[in-house]
């Protein structure tokens, strides 16, 4: 294994996402991406751009409306938690320059989501914000992966800069009105599907055997989540899990060493034994809870193919080795809901049909011809279930049943009695993970 590279890059949130076919479009082969330092032609200053919430009522806008200042072209999209949280920073820094400068939010998404998610969505209500939406043509103009994604159009109509909305500060806003963008931090997005951060024409002429390397610090173009790779035969090779806190890294790791579905890791299994919590754990419950950048983190392994079973085991120690916490598996005994039944009648064996479960939606809350297992792990993640549930029904088959959509536990109990079920506390010993300061 060769030595893990501990790198640091600043940058902030933003979410990954694929683009969608592109609609047609009549100006689409006279309107082609554009590139920093490129002009906009005068077709894309025309175009008409479908608008929602206009203060003055309009239905289109164009970029022409707005020449002659520094126009952001802001791409972002309702189920983009980082693009909502940014906007009121981002217009903040707006207001000293609003003779100057136009912040245009865009999304790709249609008039009957965008149009109610503004007028209801606290944050965008209170900033009476307007939008283009349905414009494709326009992200496909100014490509681009992840979000949000913001593009700098001079006053002159240049593109100068593109970049992620953390970019949009008056300092920044300055030094694009003295066209002196050099210092604003560019963003460049990378592709999640190849190893992480290393360049296509090395992975064409290199058989890439194994690596891994921990990058402290938000990267912008790259997205968060994780992603297995692949080699161009298709199999399995590694993991890349980006732009997360520590903490989610650890966890997912241990997901896979934990997947038992009668013992698998789930949060009520999480024990923290460190100093400072606070740098390795983001609260993503509390609004405006600051989280530093530099405490995000990409772990990105590559194994040989015959390797591949040891993946999960080789991260956990590399996370150990370098990250300054120790993560470890270890059995206690605790408090625990055991789902049980109450008699030999059988009221749950499935009447066949395709395996779904909708439990605990606001829909249709059921389970079909799916493991009681299944039934417990659904049971073990409603927010009012503080310990662990257990699966000792030990019903071999699988089951349907139909609960209510958001149940109290004593509705819970009474509704799992109909089918002779019934949760009871017991102390049992099962599998934690514990993770320590080194």
Known sequence: MNKLTICIAMAMHCLFFKADAQTADPLKDSIKSLKIGDQIPEALWNMPLKVVNHPEGKET??????RGKLIILDFWATWCFSCIVAMPKMHHAAQPFKDKLIILPVTFEEKNKVEPFIKTNQTLSALNLSSVYGHNLLRKTFPHRVLPHCVWISADGRVITQSSSREVTAKNVQLALD?????????IDLDPKIPVLLRNDLLSNLDLQSYGILFKGYYDGLGSGQNELRNEKGVLTGKTIRNLPLIEIYTDVISHLMPSSEDAYDPKRLVI????KSLLVKD???AGSLFSISNFYTYSMVVPPNKINKLYSYMLEDLN??????????????KCLI???TSRKDKISTKGGEPFST?????RSRLQNLPPSSLAAQINALDIIKIPVLNETGYTTNIDIDLSGNPDFPTLQRELKTYDLELIEAVREIDFFVITDQ
């Open 359 to 363: 439990l605990f939606s606001y829909t």
């Open 284 to 286: 993503y419950a509390k």
């Open 339 to 341: 789902l049980k039944r």
């Open 321 to 334: 080795r370098y990250s300054g916490y120790y993560g470890k598996i270890e059995k206690r005994k605790t």
């Open 61 to 66: 806008v164009t970029l022409n409306d707005y």
């Open 273 to 276: 034994k460190v100093k400072d």
């Open 179 to 187: 066209n002196n963008p050099s210092s604003i931090r560019q963003k």
